[in-house]
Each structure stands twice: as structure tokens, then as C-alpha cells.
């Protein structure tokens, strides 16, 4: 009951949350100075909840052809987390298609759920977590061929057993620093606050680069940002999300690196794998109601 409690409290904090986004953190003297130490960022664009399964103007499809072809950078890779046996996404034949032009294109595929929902792990007995994490790692291996590396479970939801299963079976958690908020994929789904948004959390996250507290990786500080590609708005909007994350960086004195995306898989892949969490006890922190909704450390 208690959880039920929180889950709804969750989703109203939610519905008013394009209102009261707060202002960016003010540069100090001192966050400043520590900038100065640090390397530049590059942005490692991340998608939740796909690939479509519409015939209809499918929005991952259009994610694809934004990354690929943009007023900013040429050939963006990204990490596309995909349900393999949700109907409406990779279950389907359409998007074991797009699954096999993601791989094609040179992005990674990660796992997010191999069940015919949504499911959040903490909620699957051992023996089902273990099947559908041996199910998505198949199903990801049979279109790339090698097993996934990559993990981002649903609703950002783990714990020590599903850390654990996670590490058994050769997957590494990957969550985020920045996140559109774009998570609702059906009814009101426009982000009218989405340049606030974006531009508050990449102030929170300078403060970290200014403590040293993020990896350099190949010379440069990758900040995971994160999407839904079953989201039509935001593949109508991809184009503009990426212009958005750039004017941000000005914005906050984040120093950006000459490619301000990742364009190249191996350099994505070793970028996405330092930043993975090590361990079940490692504290981390999630944008928005999240670390509220798990405890604020979900160990």
C-alpha cells in the first residue's frame, strides 16, 4: 500500500511538473574555477521504451533519421534500451526490423525489458527475472551477435538481487544524468518546459563536473541523456532536443568538445561502460521524483 501510495504521488507530482521547474544553478566563483580543471563534455544520447511497432509514422524510425541527418552533427550514435517481446515495440516484426537497422547504423542496443510488458524487475520472482534477462540477452544476440553489455531497468528500478541478476548474466547498469522528461507515451505527451528542464538538470550536473566527480573518457566527460524513441512528440522534436542540450551547455559554461556527440560505437561503447554503476551500494542520483520514489538509494 505504501508503494501504491508513492506511485500515485509519483504521477501527480508529475503532471505538475512542467510548471515548476526551478531556475539553473547560479555559476559560483568556485564551480567556475573547478571547470577550468576539467576536460569538455560530450553528450551520450540514450532511448528508452522502443523500437515502435507503428506502421504509422513510427517515431523511432524518425529518431533514426534525426540522428542521422541534422543541422549539428552528422551521424549520431546513440543507446537504444529495447523491449524485445513487448508487441508494440521490439515483439513485433517491424521492430526486429528497426533493431536490425539500429545495429546496422552503428548504434548499441541495451536491454530494458524482455517481458510483454513494462515490467518493473523488482517486481519479477528470481526464476522470471533470470528468464527474461536470458530471453533479452537472446534476442539482442541474435540481431547483433553478441550478447548486450548494456542495462537500463524500467522506471529506473533495482535493488541488490536484480543488481545481482543483472551481473550474473554479463549486464551492466547504465542510468543518467540528464533526462527529457518524455517518458508518457500516450495522451498529453508534449514537453512544453523542455528547455527549462534540460537547461536546470545540466546545471546540477556542472556542479558535479566542477567536483571531479565524473569520468574522462578518450579526453572528454560523458554526460548520459536520456529519451523515449516511442514518444512521437519527441521524434518530431529530435532536432531540436539536440540544439537544446548544445545552447544549454553555453548557457550553464559547460565547455563542449569539438564533436558534441558521440559518432563513433567504440568510443560510445567505452564512454557508456564507465559510466555504469559499479556496484549495488553505489550511490547514485537520478533527475526529477526518482531517487524520491525508490528511497533515494534503491538498496
Known amino acids: 500500500m505504501n508503494q501504491l501510495v508513492k506511485v500515485l504521488s509519483a504521477?501527480?507530482?508529475?503532471?505538475?511538473?512542467?510548471?515548476?521547474?526551478a531556475s539553473p544553478i547560479e555559476m559560483t566563483p568556485q564551480t567556475e574555477q573547478g571547470l577550468r580543471a576539467q576536460p569538455p563534455i560530450r553528450f551520450l544520447l540514450t532511448f528508452d521504451d522502443g523500437p515502435s511497432a507503428s506502421s504509422w509514422w513510427n517515431p523511432t524510425v524518425t529518431?533514426?533519421?534525426?540522428?542521422?541527418?541534422?543541422?549539428?552533427?552528422?551521424?549520431?550514435?546513440?543507446?537504444?534500451?529495447?523491449?524485445?517481446?513487448?508487441?508494440?515495440?521490439?515483439?513485433?516484426?517491424?521492430g526486429r526490423e528497426i533493431m536490425q537497422r539500429e545495429q546496422a547504423e552503428g548504434h548499441i542496443l541495451g536491454l530494458h525489458t524482455a517481458t510483454p510488458g513494462h515490467s518493473n524487475h523488482r517486481s519479477?520472482?528470481?526464476?522470471?527475472?533470470?528468464?527474461?534477462?536470458?530471453?533479452?540477452?537472446?534476442?539482442?544476440?541474435?540481431?547483433?551477435?553478441?550478447p548486450p553489455t548494456l542495462l537500463r531497468p524500467?522506471?529506473?528500478?533495482?535493488?541488490?538481487?536484480?543488481?545481482a541478476a543483472y551481473r550474473q548474466q554479463?549486464?551492466?547498469?547504465?542510468?543518467?544524468?540528464?533526462?527529457?522528461?518524455?517518458?508518457?507515451?500516450?495522451?498529453?505527451?508534449?514537453?512544453?518546459?523542455?528547455?527549462?528542464?534540460?537547461?536546470?538538470q545540466l546545471s546540477e550536473v556542472r556542479e558535479r563536473i566542477a567536483r571531479g566527480e565524473l569520468p574522462t573518457v578518450d579526453g572528454v566527460i560523458?554526460?548520459?541523456?536520456?529519451?523515449?524513441?516511442?514518444n512521437r512528440y519527441t521524434a518530431r522534436h529530435t532536432r531540436e532536443y539536440l540544439?537544446?542540450?548544445?545552447?544549454?551547455?553555453?548557457a550553464t559554461g559547460v565547455k563542449l568538445a569539438q564533436k558534441p556527440f558521440y559518432d563513433d560505437t567504440a568510443a560510445l561503447q567505452r564512454a557508456a561502460m564507465a559510466r555504469t554503476v559499479r556496484d549495488s551500494s553505489q550511490a547514485v542520483k537520478l533527475p526529477g521524483i526518482w531517487n524520491w520514489l525508490w528511497n533515494s538509494n534503491p538498496h
Do not use: M
Open 124 to 146: 519479477l520472482d528470481a526464476p522470471a527475472l533470470q528468464q527474461s534477462l536470458s530471453n533479452g540477452s537472446a534476442d539482442i544476440a541474435a540481431i547483433t551477435g553478441a
Open 154 to 163: 524500467p522506471f529506473w528500478s533495482y535493488d541488490k538481487r536484480t543488481f
Open 11 to 21: 504521477f501527480a507530482i508529475a503532471v505538475g511538473l512542467p510548471g515548476c521547474i
Open 222 to 230: 560523458p554526460v548520459v541523456v536520456t529519451f523515449h524513441d516511442l
Open 63 to 94: 529518431v533514426l533519421d534525426s540522428l542521422a541527418r541534422n543541422p549539428l552533427q552528422a551521424d549520431i550514435k546513440a543507446v537504444f534500451f529495447v523491449q524485445t517481446r513487448a508487441s508494440r515495440a521490439g515483439g513485433s516484426e517491424l
Open 243 to 250: 540544439q537544446i542540450l548544445l545552447d544549454s551547455a553555453s
Open 170 to 200: 554479463g549486464l551492466h547498469l547504465l542510468l543518467t544524468d540528464l533526462s527529457a522528461n518524455d517518458g508518457k507515451i500516450w495522451g498529453f505527451n508534449a514537453s512544453p518546459r523542455r528547455r527549462a528542464n534540460l537547461l536546470r
